[in-house]
């Protein structure tokens, strides 16, 4: 089956612009997740969603960057006043979030964010 | 916070030697750890998943320790080949939390 995808693939932007990355999950995953991998590190925790809901909000370094999931499926991180520092692959990741076992994440490709 | 740390940053290895890559956690409290493996330009593969309670898994020619109380595991790629060059990451999950906690990765090149 279709793969947890990741849209655009590359996005370039001029600081101050807006921009919204988009992430369509698994089917039937409730869970989705929002990472941030800067060059050379591990992928950083930004966002969970359980359904509609963002369960954990923790990771957003601050209050330019808000993401939803309206419907409980697709996902939009949205980053206002883009700065150099938001350059970054943007990860994706959904997962089926059953009670009591080990919760697989299945990751996109990753949106490459460029601020110039 | 938990903090995870990968050694060595990057290997290169001769085609067919066994491949052995650490990953090292403060913190004993986990639900499990996962194995990931990044070619460039792609996202994240799992490999493989050891639950808290367990010491070991195994996929293949790949095989992975967990010893929690010491805060380490170990991925062993046994007979490597050029298609296993590629960034492996270790992850942990805390009980009750779902965010992992990723480290920075052992890139691997396999030379034919």
């Known amino acids: 089956g279709a793969g947890v995808s990741q849209t655009p693939s590359n996005k370039v932007t001029e600081k101050g612009k807006y921009v919204e990355l988009r992430c369509d999950p698994i089917s039937g995953h409730t869970a989705l997740y929002w990472y941030r991998q800067s060059l050379g590190q591990g992928p950083e925790f930004l966002i969970y969603?359980?359904?509609?809901?963002?369960?954990?909000d923790s990771g957003l370094p601050n209050d330019r960057f808000f993401a939803v999931r309206p419907e409980g499926s697709v996902s939009t991180l949205k980053i206002q006043r883009t700065e150099r520092g938001d350059s970054a692959v943007y990860l994706c990741?959904?997962?089926?979030?059953?009670?009591?076992?080990?919760?697989?994440?299945?990751f996109g490709p990753g949106t490459r964010l460029t601020v110039l | 916070k938990q903090e995870v740390t990968q050694i060595p940053a990057a290997l290169s290895v001769p085609e067919g030697e066994n491949l052995v890559l650490n990953c090292s956690f403060t913190?004993?409290?986990?639900?499990?750890l996962q194995w990931f493996r990044q070619d460039p330009g792609k996202g994240l593969t799992s490999l493989l998943l050891i639950q808290s309670s367990q010491r070991e898994q195994t996929s293949g020619r790949l095989n992975a320790s967990l010893d929690k109380s010491s805060g380490r595991s170990t991925l062993y790629i046994a007979a490597s080949q050029p298609g296993d060059s590629a960034t492996y990451l270790c992850?942990?999950?805390?009980?009750?939390?779902?965010?992992?906690?990723f480290g920075a990765g052992t890139t691997v090149t396999v030379r034919a």
């Open positions: 992850a942990v999950e805390k009980p009750n939390d779902y965010k992992l906690s």
């Open positions: 990741a959904s997962s089926l979030s059953l009670a009591g076992g080990p919760d697989t994440q299945y």
């Open positions: 913190d004993s409290a986990i639900y499990n």
């Open positions: 969603f359980q359904g509609t809901g963002a369960a954990d």
